[in-house]
């Protein structure tokens, strides 16, 4: 659904509740069904910018790990706004770099 790379060593967080409902409800287990990941607050050790969305600041973040420390729903299910999220996000992404750039 994006071009955004994920790293196995790493741990994806972001503080838009909407934005991590969304991911949580496109995860796909077996590369085919969607919805099923969980939606918490976490506590994470090294805490940097997302390499993926620089252009954003303060939107995503990665570090090494995590731990949870509230489940707000364990089961997020798939529903068609979520890529509509994703797809804000993404835009403003490429808003962003191309403003940097010019």
């Known amino acids: 659904m994006t071009e955004i790379g994920q ?3 790493r741990v994806y967080v972001t ?4 934005l991590a409902r969304a991911w949580a409800g496109i995860w796909t287990p077996d590369g085919v069904r969607h ?3 969980s939606l918490y607050r976490v506590e ?17 973040f990665q570090a090494p790990r995590a731990q949870v420390v509230v489940v707000y729903d364990a ?3 798939y529903h ?6 994703l797809q804000k996000v993404l835009a403003d992404h490429e808003a962003a770099k191309t403003k940097r750039l010019d």
Do not use: Q
């Not at 503080?15 to 909407?18: M, Q």
């Not at 068609?80 to 999220?85: H, K």
């Open 44 to 60: 994470a050790e090294g805490l940097e910018p997302d390499d993926d969305l620089l252009s954003l600041p303060g939107l995503s």
């Open 7 to 9: 790293r196995d060593d």
């Open 15 to 18: 503080s838009d509740r909407d």
């Open 75 to 77: 089961h997020v299910a």
């Open 80 to 85: 068609p706004r979520f890529g509509r999220v």
């Open 35 to 37: 919805g099923g990941g």
